[in-house]
């Protein structure tokens, strides 16, 4: 099928983590509000914007190859616009144009407010200035406020909390592409829920780098945060990401349990490695005994949690001793799932000039080890599921599919996705379902018989 282009058509293609699946959100619903209209390939849009992650090299290359891709679109098309945003744009900015002149237009993770304004500017250049645009400069003295602006905001939505990281983990590039932590004050988190509840939203991750350093203007922490979305909204689910071990304390694992079930029994606490001289040389703030501690504290106080972490494999000077530390840390926790990759020397952070780097071979190997280990005890870790009843939050169904009974897809309060059968009606209700098959990605499972809206 050929598609022909779309004026005012935009195209978004979003790498990276959870902030930025929420930026590119933002850009859309601003685009829709300058008259721009979603389209659903490249080849239909008159506007491509990749929004781009620094974390690791191999999305940094994804997006030079996918802007070599649209070269050949903007070869047929002159008029076609392509912009770079997100974590590349912010650390390369004027440098993309250089090395690619197909880009027309680059902005950071702080301006994405003002790409009406870029493509305004790009469609009249001032009399003999550059059709090129770069607007990536961070927004230091300003506080922090950005309500969310979501088009279609579905049953479960993110809400940015906090921005930046003032960390520098020695390995990691965050705190150069976002900037300096900034929080939202706590009653604007408030609002913007209260908006979300009303257009029919259910579940709410907070977000953040560092969620659990929160504090509002009025010195609330994340804690109270939770307790009041808790106890003055009627949203059903609260879960929040990113968490620091560091960070994480008795106060939080304390309202967490009190405010169950609307804050979720899962939390996702990246450990990096299990070894404490390596942690010490990531500047992680924690030793493996002590991250040991948080995670007895928050098993104590929350003894139905299920954990998942972020490992670094191959991070420079370890030793096989030291990624030994790691898989033990691993089994003894008893992760359910786990999100590992190998260490990627990253410009400007510290870890990257250190002189002992690890081989890529061996990095490669200590990776697929882990893996292979780790899906050992998730197979069996999540076999205690099979029989149980979870309250599933039904998300979506399936759209191609008639009749009374259809699939659909959903998410346990322990954050598991789960594919049943049931009725269209059913999306964004809360309803049981008993597993019948469990694999750490996704279970399957039936709404028991005797459930009130169950199908006859
Ligand atoms: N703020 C979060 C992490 C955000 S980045 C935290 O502090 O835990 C997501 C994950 O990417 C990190 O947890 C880490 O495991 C991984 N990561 C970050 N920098 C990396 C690098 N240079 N090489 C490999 N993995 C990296
Ligand atoms: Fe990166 Fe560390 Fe900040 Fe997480 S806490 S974003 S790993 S610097
Ligand atoms: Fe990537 Fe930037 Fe997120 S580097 S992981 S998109 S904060």
Not at 154 to 175: E, H, W
Not at 191 to 206: A, P
Not at 212 to 221: K, L, P, R, T
Request: with cysteine.
């Amino acid at each position: 099928m050929i598609m022909t282009q779309r004026e005012k058509g935009f195209y978004i293609s979003t790498y990276g983590c959870q902030m930025n699946v929420n930026d590119s959100d933002r850009m859309a619903t601003l685009l829709e509000m300058a008259d721009y209209s979603p389209v659903q390939t490249p080849e239909e849009a008159s506007l491509i914007i990749i929004n781009s992650c620094s974390i690791r090299e191999k999305p940094v290359h994804k997006v030079y190859s996918e802007v070599g891709t649209f070269r050949k679109l903007k070869e047929k098309n002159p008029n076609l616009k392509i912009g770079v945003g997100g974590c590349v744009g912010q650390q390369e900015k004027e440098k993309l144009i250089k090395n690619q002149p197909i880009i027309d237009f680059v902005f950071g993770t702080d301006t994405i407010d003002s790409l009406p304004q870029i493509l305004m500017d790009l469609e009249n250049p001032p009399e003999g200035r550059s059709q090129k645009i770069v607007r990536a400069q961070f927004e230091h003295r300003q506080p922090y406020h950005v309500e969310t602006l979501v088009t279609n905001p579905g049953i479960s939505t993110f809400v940015n909390i906090t921005k930046g990281c003032d960390n520098f983990c020695t390995f990691c590039v965050v705190p150069y592409t976002r900037g300096r932590e900034k929080s939202r004050p706590l009653k604007h988190i408030m609002s913007d829920v209260q908006t979300l509840i009303k257009r029919g939203v259910k579940e709410v991750t907070l977000l953040g780098q560092n969620v659990n350093s929160y504090e509002s203007d009025c010195g609330a922490d994340l804690a109270d945060l939770m307790r009041q979305l808790a106890q003055q909204t009627s949203i059903e689910r609260i879960r929040f990401t990113t968490s620091h071990p560091k960070d994480f304390d008795q106060k939080l694992v304390d309202v967490m349990y009190a405010s169950q079930p609307k804050v979720c029994e899962y939390i996702h606490l990246p450990f990096q490695s299990g070894n404490s001289n390596i942690l010490e040389r990531m500047n992680r703030g924690y030793t493996r005994e002590q991250y040991l501690e948080k995670i007895a504290m928050i098993k104590k106080a929350i003894p139905n949690v299920v954990l998942s972490t972020d490992i670094i494999v191959g991070f420079p000077g370890e030793t096989e001793s030291d990624f030994q530390d790691t898989l033990s840390l691993v089994k003894e926790v008893g992760f359910e799932t786990i999100f590992a990759f190998k260490y990627s020397p990253r410009p400007n952070t510290k870890a990257a000039k250190f002189e002992d780097q690890v081989d890529e071979g061996v990095k490669s190997e200590r990776l697929n080890r882990l893996f292979e280990m780790h899906d050992e005890i998730a197979f069996e870790l999540v076999k205690r599921y099979e029989g149980q009843t979870l309250k599933v939050l039904v998300e979506k169904a399936d759209t191609l599919m008639e009749g009374p009974t259809i699939k659909l897809t959903g998410r346990s309060t322990q954050n598991k996705l789960v594919h049943f059968l049931g009725a269209r009606e059913w999306v964004g209700s809360t309803v049981p379902v008993t597993i019948t098959k469990a694999s750490p990605a996704v279970f399957r499972g039936e709404v028991p018989a005797t459930f009130a809206g169950g199908l006859n």
